[in-house]
């Protein structure tokens, strides 16, 4: 087996070719203080209507408890800043979720790296994660040394901003870990919680859920959004990119080179009254693939109606 330094370079440069715009590696440690902060979170309800995040703490915290034996805690960003974007009106949707839904996208990347780490060092025993496992992925990126946290809860950094997805690889393989970021480069800026039309951002880092339009349009299982939030919306029909289109590390965004990324043509194109008439099965046929799938056409139309009432 080569040299833990060795083996750090290979999954570096592997991850490199593979697409990642940025790989740190941490320790597989347990996050007292993460589960400290997360704890209180969750006791103030801002979870809202995500009862998953208060399932399975203990994993959550716990690298080892996902992986038996865990030593190390790859974190991996992949960007997916588009090379083309909305018109400014309705109806908007988040960039993220402009071509095919990404968990496919990073789990065949994630299934690459682990074969390419059992191919090239050995046998080892790894899982990938994307968000929707119970993985503190934002903690670990800092740990990782890839970025800090900023007011509006998402990772930044200071070469290319926030538009990008966080994976996590957990391996018991003993690799040399990177120093944690140890700064924050938000300063004194509030234009994320100023920006907010819903007021979700409570305070630096503190986010109500239940007040987030990305919750209100994609989480939320109600028949219908709260007639509170229906002069709020702005536009936003899937999502919300608010917080991140004012930050200004954000002008350092680079258009993604991942073709699965490419933007759909449905998605840059159609009316608010072309999405209202669509019908399910179109939807279904347009959208398979699409992290909109998630919402379901009936969430789409519901979505549509808040938007609609906000004289859009």
């Known amino acids: 087996m080569l040299s833990t330094e060795k083996n750090t370079h290979l999954i570096k440069t592997e991850a490199t070719r593979l697409g990642f715009m940025s790989c740190g590696i941490a320790k597989a440690v347990q996050l007292d203080e993460d589960a400290s902060r997360l704890e209180k979170w969750l006791e103030k309800g801002h979870n809202s209507g995500m009862q998953y995040m208060e399932r399975y703490f203990d994993l959550r915290i716990d690298p080892r408890k996902l992986v038996p034996g865990a030593k190390s805690v790859i974190t991996l960003l992949l960007n997916y800043f588009p090379s083309e974007q909305q018109q400014p009106e309705p109806p908007k949707i988040a960039k993220y979720a402009y071509g095919t839904d990404y968990h496919y996208v990073i789990r065949d990347k994630l299934n690459e790296l682990l074969q390419f780490i059992k191919d090239n060092i050995g046998e080892v025993t790894g899982r990938g994660f994307v968000d929707s496992a119970p993985v503190l992925e934002r903690s670990w990126a800092v740990r990782s040394g890839l970025g800090w946290v900023g007011k509006n809860g998402n990772v930044l950094t200071r070469h290319s901003g926030s538009f990008f997805f ?23 800026c509030t234009r994320c ?30 028949a219908l959004i709260p007639s509170e939030f229906h002069s ?11 917080c991140q289109d004012v930050c200004p590390w954000n002008r350092f965004s680079k258009e993604n080179a991942e073709p699965y990324f490419t933007p759909i043509p449905e998605i840059l194109n159609l009316s608010l009254r072309e999405w209202e008439v669509m019908t399910e099965e179109t939807f279904n046929k347009f959208f398979k693939n699409s992290p909109l799938k998630r919402a379901k056409w009936k969430g789409i139309q519901r979505n549509i109606k808040a938007i609609k009432c906000d004289g859009m």
């Open 166 to 188: 966080i994976a996590t690889l957990i391996t018991d393989l003993g690799l040399v870990a990177d120093a944690p970021f140890a700064t924050n480069h938000c300063g004194t």
């Open 193 to 222: 919680i100023d920006a907010c039309p819903t007021q979700a951002i409570l305070s630096p880092k503190e986010i109500d859920a239940g007040k987030c339009i990305s919750y209100l349009t994609i989480e939320l299982k109600d």
């Open 232 to 242: 709020k919306m702005e536009g936003w029909m899937f999502g919300c990119d608010i």
